[in-house]
RNA sequence: GGGGAGAUACCAAAGCGGCCAACUGGGGCAGACUGUAAAUCUGCUGGCGUACGCCUUCGUAGGUUCGAAUCCUGCUCUCCCCA
């Protein structure tokens, strides 16, 4: 993998790159869709990749490992040709899943013990199996298996835990540098920085993780509960130390509003459920604000769903008909939703791409910080 | 014509003397959702008030009772069975 870093905006730490990967070219800033079971819900590939334009989509170790398994996997010849996706794909490492399903799990130094939420088997992952997993699902890029620590957890147990992903981290890096990639093109492994919510923590997390000279680095352990200007302020303390000649990914976030900010504090790459989740259950994120499409005042508005959005499906479908669909249960609601708010933060990195590299980022950011939170 | 059952809030449906402004569903209204155990979850849903509360409700008109959606009587309407 390549990362190009192309310009970098006035009165900003923003970013424009570029990222070679065998599966093709990331533009940066970028959204990554998630696609945690092999599929982005709701969503065709086509529409993934025509419509919404998508460069690049997540997969989920934890969950592709219990279903369908890697063997099924390996039998296709990897999670690209299993899906039918070409272009490239990233796979987080189930460190978010130890966090998320907390209840049903053991940490030691070994890795973490945990129950299948589908029939409650038990497994072991170690920073080992889960870069051996992600081998053979042969992602482009593949996390550190760390551990999430929650937003409103103390600095004694940040900093335990922080040290625990540390150790991880080393087994990881030795296993990715003793293995080779299955299926013939080269993956990339990308750190994660921990800390919670105290700068020293992630100052020392950030210096620790350079100090491997990997294809990229990531921040967790942020939007987990803590506050939004703490999640700024540690964006902006980690990439003080991290290179700028690497990209910087941001797991899990976030809001259009937070992806601005994110971006303006030189982060190159997002990933979140938001869009997915939010776009079934009926919000919609647009560049003039927010819409819950479920309300009642849109029950006969026959405008289009986004007269400013880019998708088909924008122009294609009045509110008053999704909100119907929504009313109604039909599952074309929710994929509209899903296809809509995607193809809007596919939009949005994009643009700040090129305000980045016309010099216009800073102004055009504070205005649309503005707009987008709104509610409509 | 004979026999039987029933009328409860937007709908369906509990309640059968005080713990009932009334269980529970549905519908409706609103909110939440951040590396997806989520096509999910939460709240509200007689009126007024932020709230303690106050006022008007259980087909309808009366009655019994300290007290009625609950008991009694008349009326109106609905449904089922037999002719």
């Not at 993934?48 to 296709?76: F, S």
């Not at 080992?128 to 004694?156: H, K, L, W």
């Not at 625990?164 to 990881?172: A, D, F, H, K, V």
Request: charged share 25%; proline share 4%; with cysteine.
């Amino acid at each position: 993998m390549k990362f190009e870093l192309q310009c970098t905006a006035p009165l900003s730490k923003a970013r424009a790159g570029k990222i070679e990967t065998a599966h093709g070219q990331i533009d940066t800033p970028i959204f990554m869709p998630v696609g945690t079971l092999g599929s982005v819900k709701g969503v065709h590939f086509k529409d993934v990749k025509e419509d919404i334009k998508a460069q690049i989509i997540l997969g989920n170790t934890y969950h592709l490992y219990l279903r369908p398994g890697v063997e099924i996997i390996e039998k296709a010849g990897g999670l690209h040709k299993f899906i039918g996706w070409d272009r490239p794909i990233l796979t987080d490492s189930g460190g978010f899943q130890v966090f998320s399903l907390g209840d049903i799990r053991k940490l030691t130094e070994e890795g973490a013990r945990f129950q299948s939420h589908i029939d409650g088997s038990r497994h072991l992952f170690t920073p080992e199996n889960v870069v051996d997993i992600q081998r053979s699902i042969g992602a482009d890029i593949i996390m550190a298996f760390d551990e999430c620590t929650p937003g409103d957890a103390d600095y004694d147990y940040a900093s335990k835990s922080l040290e625990l992903t540390q150790r991880w981290l080393e087994r990881c890096i030795k296993r990715y540098n003793e293995t080779e990639p299955k299926y013939g093109y080269s993956q990339s492994f990308f750190p994660i920085v921990q800390g919670c919510v105290y700068a020293d923590l992630r100052k020392k997390a950030a210096e620790h993780v350079a100090s491997f000279n990997c294809d990229g680095y990531a921040i967790g352990g942020l939007s987990v509960g803590e506050k939004e200007a703490d999640m700024y302020e540690m964006i902006e303390v980690v990439n003080a130390v991290l290179p700028e000649n690497k990209p910087r990914y941001l797991m899990g976030v976030g809001t259009p509003i937070n992806i601005l900010e994110g971006i303006d504090r030189g982060i190159d790459m997002f990933d979140c459920v938001m869009p997915t989740r939010n776009g079934r259950n009926g919000m919609l994120f647009t560049r003039n604000g927010i819409i819950n499409i479920k309300n009642n005042k849109w029950r006969d508005d026959f405008s289009p769903i986004d007269l400013n959005g880019t998708s088909f499906v924008d122009q294609q479908y009045s509110k008053a008909y999704l909100r119907h669909l929504f009313q109604a249960k039909e599952m074309l609601g929710a994929q509209i939703g899903s296809i809509h708010n995607l193809a809007f933060y596919l939009w949005l990195v994009g643009e700040a791409r090129q305000q980045i590299l016309a010099g216009t980022f800073k102004g055009w950011k504070e205005q649309m910080v503005k707009q987008v939170g709104q509610r409509l």
